[in-house]
T-cell receptor, first 115, second 114 residues
Framework: GDSVTQMEGPVTLSEEAFLTINCTYTATGYPSLFWYVQYPGEGLQLLLKATKADDKGSNKGFEATYRKETTSFHLEKGSVQVSDSAVYFCALSAPVIQGAQKLVFGQGTRLTINP | DSGVTQTPKHLITATGQRVTLRCSPR?????VYWYQQSLDQGLQFLIQ???????AKGNILERFSAQQFPDLHSELNLSSLELGDSALYFC?????????????FGNGTRLTVT
């Protein structure tokens, strides 16, 4: 079945450092790819998405490019802030068939940014 | 604020009991999804409803059931509870138009089984 593998955390960086969180996937067909972020005590929030190969999703300084040849969707940010501390989830969704949509998540990567 | 409302926020109950978790989707969303988040299993998809009908099923135990009502709110029923059912249960909603739609998550219900 479809699956997502994320780099294991926790990840700890200093403010203004460069961030990469690796994500690779296994899926049949052409899934859509997402990054979600979960702040303490809250639900998941959509951070960015890409729906086809070579698409780049971006939001709040974060970017990820859908790489079909390497089945990857790595999350990057050039200069992290303390407020970026959260858990980040990579996810995929196969094309919708007869109204059925299942979002499959990676295990999550906890990111801590120190001032 | 995602617009998805889940109640209650916290629930503490004993083994063998039954509980009901409630979810109101974001205005305009017809599809509701339930997820279980635990430390060892991560985020597991349980079930999806679209406009009152079940559309996709994941790793949902037979002791668990769900439904979506005509006003589009959804309930997740958990029965014969076990210690291992302690987790954060999330509801999400989506538009589900022609293609894949992002999901909008509620803040979850934290279930503790003692």
């Amino acid at each position: 079945g479809d699956s997502v593998t994320q780099m294991e955390g926790p990840v700890t960086l200093s403010e203004e450092a460069f961030l990469t969180i690796n994500c690779t996937y296994t899926a049949t067909g052409y899934p859509s790819l997402f990054w979600y972020v979960q702040y303490p005590g809250e639900g998941l929030q959509l951070l960015l998405k890409a729906t086809k190969a070579d698409d780049k999703g971006s939001n709040k300084g974060f970017e990820a490019t859908y790489r079909k040849e390497t089945t990857s969707f790595h999350l990057e940010k050039g200069s992290v802030q303390v407020s970026d501390s959260a858990v980040y989830f990579c996810a995929l969704s196969a094309p919708v068939i007869q109204g059925a949509q299942k979002l499959v998540f990676g295990q999550g990567t906890r990111l801590t940014i120190n001032p | 604020d995602s617009g998805v409302t889940q109640t209650p926020k916290h629930l503490i109950t004993a083994t063998g009991q039954r509980v009901t978790l409630r979810c109101s989707p974001r205005s305009g969303d017809l599809s509701v999804y339930w997820y279980q988040q635990s430390l060892d299993q991560g985020l597991q998809f349980l079930i999806q409803y679209y406009n009152g009908e079940e559309r996709a099923k994941g790793n949902i135990l037979e002791r668990f059931s769900a439904q979506q009502f005509p006003d589009l709110h959804s309930e997740l029923n958990l029965s014969s509870l076990e210690l291992g059912d302690s987790a954060l249960y999330f509801c999400a909603s989506g538009l589900l138009g022609q293609g894949v739609s992002p999901l909008h998550f509620g803040n979850g219900t934290r279930l503790t089984v003692t």
